[in-house]
C-alpha cells in the first residue's frame, strides 16, 4: 500500500505540471496561438511571465491571485485545472496501478479537462483534442482494452487486441448515430441548434475510450447533471429555456472523467 501511495503522490505532481501546460492549451488553442511559443503571458497586459511567477498553483497563492505587472486578476480555472488533473492522476494511479492501463486513463483524463475548460468558456471543442484524441484512444486500445461484453461475446476466438478495437469501434458508432439523428431532427423541428456537431465528436472520443456500456454511462450523468444545472440557472435567472445555453459538452466532460475511476 505504501508504495502505492508513492506512486499516486508521484503521479500527483506529474498532473500539477501537466495542468499547467493544460492551461496553456485551453487558453491558446480556441484562439489559434501556439502552445510552443512564445512563452506564458499575462492576458490582460501581455507582459511574459517569470519563471518564479509559473509554478503550479503556489505562484497563484503567493500573487493573491493577480498579476504582478498590472495586478489584474488572474482567473481561477488556472490552480482549479492544475489541482483537478493532479487529482484525477493520483486517483487513476491508486485505481490502475503503475500499469499501461494508468497512461491510457491519464491521456484521456488529460484530454477531458481541456475539453471541458474549452467548451464552458468558448463553446468550443477543439478538433485537435476529440478527433486526435479519437485516434490516440484507436492506438492504445491496440494495448489496452477497451472495456465492454460485445467485443469477447461477438469474436471470442480473436486476440485480446481486436476485441479491444471492436468494443471501440461500436460504443463510438452507437453513442454518436442517435445523438446526431436527434440533433438534426431538434434543428428541423425548432430551427435552430440544438446539439454541436463538436458535441457529436466527443461521443466519439468518449465512445473509443470507455466502449458502449460506460460511454451510456456517461451520456446519461452528463444529460443528468446538464438539465439539473439548466433548471437551478433558468430559476434562479428567470430566463425562459429558449435563452439559455449550456455546454453540453462540458457536463459529458465531467462524467467522462469520472467513470473509468470508479467502473472499469
Do not use: H
Not at 500500500?1 to 503522490?9: F, P, V
Not at 490582460?44 to 498579476?67: A, F, M, Q
Not at 440557472?233 to 475511476?261: D, M, N, Q, R
Request: with cysteine.
Amino acid at each position: 500500500m505504501i508504495d502505492g501511495i508513492e506512486y499516486a503522490i508521484a503521479a500527483a505532481l506529474a498532473g500539477v505540471l501537466l495542468g499547467s501546460f493544460l492551461n496553456v492549451c485551453i487558453y491558446r488553442i480556441p484562439r489559434d496561438v501556439s502552445v510552443v511559443a512564445p512563452r506564458s503571458f499575462c492576458p490582460e497586459c501581455g507582459t511574459p511571465v517569470r519563471w518564479y511567477d509559473n509554478i503550479p498553483v503556489i505562484s497563484y497563492l503567493l500573487l493573491d491571485g493577480k498579476c504582478r505587472s498590472c495586478r489584474q486578476p488572474i482567473g481561477i480555472r488556472y490552480p482549479i485545472v492544475e489541482m483537478a488533473t493532479a487529482i484525477l492522476f493520483a486517483v487513476t494511479t491508486l485505481r490502475y496501478g503503475w500499469t499501461l492501463a494508468t497512461l491510457k486513463w491519464m491521456i484521456f483524463e488529460s484530454l477531458v479537462v481541456v475539453l471541458f475548460w474549452t467548451d464552458w468558456e468558448e463553446r468550443l471543442l477543439p478538433d485537435e483534442f476529440t478527433l486526435g484524441g479519437t485516434v490516440i484512444g484507436l492506438i492504445l486500445a491496440a494495448f489496452v482494452m477497451t472495456p465492454g461484453i460485445l467485443g469477447p461475446l461477438f469474436l471470442p476466438a480473436w486476440k485480446p487486441a481486436w476485441q479491444s478495437l471492436f468494443n471501440s469501434t461500436i460504443g463510438a458508432a452507437f453513442l454518436t448515430g442517435p445523438i446526431w439523428i436527434l440533433g438534426v431532427l431538434y434543428k428541423a423541428v425548432r430551427k435552430r441548434e440544438g446539439l454541436g456537431f463538436g458535441d457529436v465528436k466527443l461521443l466519439v472520443l468518449v465512445g473509443v475510450f470507455l466502449g458502449l456500456e460506460n460511454g451510456l454511462i456517461t451520456l446519461f450523468f452528463g444529460a443528468v447533471g446538464g438539465a439539473v444545472v439548466g433548471l437551478i440557472f433558468v430559476f434562479g435567472t428567470k430566463k425562459s429555456f429558449s435563452e439559455t445555453e449550456l455546454p453540453f459538452g462540458s457536463f459529458l466532460c465531467a462524467a467522462a472523467a469520472i467513470v473509468p475511476l470508479v467502473n472499469r
